[in-house]
């Protein structure tokens, strides 16, 4: 089946800095991407997402950059807060109705 | 999560047993998912639902399954539960757009 991987499975910040999570994907016809936040003891929670045909797209303190010649997406976060000390899980939709193929997770700490 | 409710949240069973967990959703959602977690793994798909009485397997669905008699009920049961189905069990919803919501999670440990 196909998989979706991720660089590096631990990053520490400085509060404040910015943060860059990174996440490789092997299906091409893939159209959907999502990127899940999971705070200790709870359910991963949406933030942000993008379809195929795009290049970049910004929510509040986040964006998603999706490369889709080396099949490549990142998570970048503004200004990290302590709050962002998470698990940051990339999600692969496949095409239609195909359910979401997660990679394993980074863990995201912040260092105040 | 508003709108979906997983029953129970922490659960010790002993190996052999049956074991039912219940995620319970107040969206309508049409689609409803079972996910395991586990360290170095990630989130693996055990069974899902696209309607009531439809469900399909999963990458990890051996020694699980489902029903889903009426949308806003998804029962997972472990028919004789092992210690490798040691896991935090997570149910989510799909909606309109293709994002996943997901439950609280339950804590299942096979002793």
């Known amino acids: 089946g196909e998989s979706v991987g991720l660089h590096l499975p631990t990053l520490s910040v400085q509060e404040g800095d910015n943060s860059i999570i990174n996440c490789a994907y092997s299906?091409?016809?893939?159209?959907?991407f999502i990127w899940y936040k999971q705070e200790s003891g709870k359910g991963p929670q949406f933030i942000i997402d993008?379809?195929?045909?795009?290049d970049k797209r910004q929510g509040q303190r986040v964006t998603v950059l999706l490369n889709k010649t080396v099949k490549h997406l990142s998570l970048q976060i503004a200004a990290t807060q302590p709050g962002d000390s998470a698990v940051y899980f990339c999600?692969?939709?496949?095409?239609?109705?195909?359910?979401?193929?997660f990679g394993k997770g980074t863990r995201l700490s912040v260092i105040a | 999560d508003a709108g979906i409710t997983q029953s129970p949240r922490h659960k010790v069973t002993e190996t052999g047993t049956p074991v039912t967990l219940r995620c319970h959703q107040t969206?309508?959602?049409?689609?409803m998912y079972w996910y395991r977690q586990d360290p170095g793994h990630g989130l693996r798909l055990i069974h899902y639902?696209?309607?009531?009485?439809?469900?399909d397997k999963g990458e990890v669905s051996d020694g699980y399954s489902v029903s889903r008699s009426k949308t806003e009920d998804f029962l997972l049961t472990l028919e004789s539960a092992t210690s490798s189905q040691t896991s935090v069990y997570f149910c989510?919803?799909?909606?309109?757009?293709?994002?996943?919501?997901f439950g609280s999670g339950t804590r299942l440990t096979v002793v």
């Open positions: 989510a919803t799909r909606g309109d757009r293709k994002g996943y919501t």
């Open positions: 299906n091409s016809a893939s159209d959907y």
């Open positions: 993008i379809r195929s045909n795009m």
């Open positions: 999600a692969d939709s496949g095409t239609g109705n195909t359910p979401l193929v």
């Open positions: 969206e309508n959602h049409r689609y």
């Open positions: 639902s696209y309607g009531v009485k439809d469900t």
